[in-house]
């Protein structure tokens, strides 16, 4: 059964740093994709960044409004992807979720989430 756990989130001020991690169990995902997607109150859930695997070096995607300032990484040793984010908004508050699958984009449907955590930023 493969579950995937997010952790990080919290409140932070604008302009502050937050990391998450999402940790991954029951398959790795070293040759496929973790990403991560938000969500607020009333609204669709939207990509924000992915990391899929490609040779020779992994592949990374982001949003327009997330680019520059979150960086995706992971840890295969430890089957964790990490979602830095830095010069935080306020229009950043969401719940964050983390995804799993094959291949991970704006326009592709996990196979697998988590259950989510809240990133609070106050302005």
């Known amino acids: 059964q493969v579950q995937l756990v997010e952790s990080g989130g919290g409140l932070v001020q604008a302009g502050g740093s937050l990391r998450l991690s999402c940790a991954a169990s029951?398959?790795?995902?070293?040759?496929?994709?973790m990403g991560w997607f938000r969500q607020t109150p009333g609204k669709e859930r939207e990509f924000v960044a992915a990391?899929?695997?490609?040779?020779?070096?992994?592949?990374?995607y982001y949003s327009n409004s997330v680019k520059g300032r979150f960086t995706i990484s992971r840890d295969n040793g430890k089957n964790t992807a990490y979602l830095q984010m830095n010069s935080l908004k306020a229009e950043d508050t969401a719940v964050y979720y983390c995804?799993?699958?094959?291949?991970?984009?704006?326009?592709?449907?996990?196979?697998?989430w988590g259950q989510g955590t809240q990133v609070t930023v106050s302005s």
């Open positions: 995804a799993a699958g094959n291949s991970i984009g704006p326009d592709r449907n996990p196979d697998y």
């Open positions: 029951g398959r790795t995902f070293s040759r496929s994709g």
């Open positions: 990391i899929n695997w490609s040779w020779p070096r992994d592949a990374t």
